[in-house]
């Protein structure tokens, strides 16, 4: 399957926002959107071009794209689910892409970013109800109980991120029990629990034309 192997950190400049591409290296100083908050390219620093309402609409699919690390005929497949689906379409579009299993083990706090989290899915360290899940695009249901595989719980990786849960904090609709290295899908995720500044609306408005 197709991915971005690029640098990420040019992606949050791009997009003017950090992603939290980098797992714990965007909590410090070395985080580069931090020390250089423009635009990537030579002329970043000096580019004052005016945004059309299309430019506005293509920024921000390219924005959630990136923060899920998605490309674009899976993020335009959940689109079509989402349009079919009764409800607000931005909404149920949301609704989706939280439920992915990779950004549900990242959410939990078992991995420092989504990319780190979809790796461990691939590698057979994740269960669900107590099978294995290696697909990262799984999207998980309300009683779903996701939990490291007993041969996983002590790599380092595994074990820094699960430190570092309080800081990430874990959505209303996950539980999460440190000590089993065990979460819960008590409920699915509502538009609320959506932590990053998207506006959904302008995403509909591009596919709809």
């Given at each position: 399957m197709a991915r971005y192997t690029g640098p990420v950190c040019r992606l949050c400049r791009r997009e003017g926002l950090k992603l939290f591409l980098k797992g714990e290296r965007c909590y410090t100083e070395k985080c580069s959107f931090e020390r250089r908050?423009?635009?990537?390219?030579?002329?970043?620093?000096?580019?004052?071009?005016?945004?059309?309402e299309y430019g506005r609409q293509l920024r921000e699919k390219?924005?959630?794209?990136?923060?899920?690390?998605?490309?674009?005929?899976?993020?335009?497949?959940?689109?079509?689910?989402?349009?079919?689906?009764?409800?607000?379409?931005?909404?149920?579009?949301?609704?989706?892409?939280?439920?992915r299993l990779d950004n549900t083990v990242f959410r939990l706090g078992l991995a420092a970013s989504r990319s780190e989290a979809r790796q461990l899915v691939r590698h057979g360290h994740i269960h669900i109800n107590g099978h294995r899940a290696n697909i990262p695009s799984l999207l998980v249901r309300s009683g779903d109980a996701i939990s490291v595989r007993e041969k996983s719980r002590e790599q380092a990786r595994i074990v820094e991120s699960v430190d570092a849960v309080d800081r990430r904090g874990i959505p209303a609709w996950l539980e999460f029990d440190r000590k089993a290295m065990t979460g819960k899908v008590v409920t699915l995720p509502?538009?609320?629990d959506v932590q990053m500044p998207i506006e959904e609306r302008l995403i509909v408005e591009l596919y709809s034309k």
């Open positions: 908050a423009f635009v990537p390219g030579m002329h970043g620093q000096s580019r004052r071009s005016k945004v059309s390219q924005k959630v794209k990136r923060i899920y690390g998605l490309m674009e005929k899976q993020f335009r497949k959940y689109y079509t689910q989402a349009a079919k689906k009764q409800g607000v379409t931005g909404e149920n579009l949301l609704r989706y892409l939280e439920r509502q538009r609320s």
